[in-house]
């Protein structure tokens, strides 16, 4: 029997927003900034294996998870839409963009790498921390005990993935806003090479901020997304990049 994908839609005003949640966690975990949009129409989902969606068989996949979370989309009748994920969620919602452009209409990839060469050295050793266990506990139909599990899978994944490659990223059409922590998991070096990569990129590097960058600043995130999503924006006095004539 098909897995269902748990989802939330606010229905709110506005091109949807459609917000993907980090590894070992659910959308629970965006709630400080789906609550800095509100009055907006904003999307959650629960991928398999995570929050109130049941795991689903065999090893997990950055482009698996992509393909269910455009089935929600397609059945909500959302897209196309903008799309903010961090960490795995970024990933995710850098997959729908290559596989399925017609459901995306821009992208904040926050907090992530496009290959897994890009986080620093150590940062996915190690068991999650409790909490994360604990948060699984309280909504998951499979249950407490299958937590050992998902962990598995996602230790597996991050072996292998994600493996984006900069010929992809240049192939990408849609805005880009890379969005991390100056402080954060990602290497910086790596960031700017998927910056130079993208036909249409931004980069936002935030001062004192973590991995975490999505509940230590809310506010600010949701401040940096609108001002990526304004149609009037301007390419400044001098721009390189963005130059006329500049083949990006």
């Known amino acids: 029997m098909a897995t269902t994908t748990w989802s939330s839609d606010t229905g709110g005003d506005g091109v949807p927003l459609l917000l993907l949640h980090p590894g070992g966690t659910d959308s629970r975990s965006m709630s400080l900034l789906a609550g800095a949009f509100a009055g907006h129409r904003v999307v959650v989902v629960d991928r398999p294996g995570h929050g109130r969606t049941a795991d689903v068989p065999g090893p997990w996949h950055f482009a698996d998870a992509a393909a269910v979370v455009a089935t929600v989309v397609e059945r909500l009748d959302a897209g196309p839409v903008h799309v903010l994920g961090w960490s795995d969620g970024a990933v995710v919602g850098l997959h729908l963009a290559l596989d399925r452009p017609d459901l995306v209409r821009s992208l904040v990839f926050g907090g992530a790498p496009y290959s897994v060469d890009g ?51 240049r192939g990408l059409d849609v805005p880009v806003l890379i969005l991390c922590g100056d402080d ?58 963005r130059g006329a004539g500049h083949a990006v």
Not at 132 to 137: F, G, L, V
Not at 196 to 207: R, T
Request: hydrophobic share 40%; glycine share 6%; charged share 30%.
């Open 119 to 169: 986080w620093y050295s150590g940062v996915l050793d190690g068991d999650p921390p409790q909490f994360m266990a604990d948060a699984y506990a309280e909504v998951s139909p499979d249950g407490a005990d299958h937590w050992a599990i998902v962990t598995a899978k996602a230790r597996a994944l991050h072996e292998t993935e994600p493996d984006v490659s900069t010929a992809r990223l």
């Open 184 to 241: 954060d998991e990602v290497r910086l070096d790596h960031l700017t090479t998927m910056l130079e990569a993208l036909p249409d990129g931004e980069l936002a590097v935030v001062p004192r901020a973590t991995h975490g960058l999505i509940v230590e600043k809310p506010g600010l995130v949701a401040d940096l997304v609108r001002a990526f999503h304004a149609e009037d924006k301007s390419d400044g006095v001098a721009p390189r990049r």
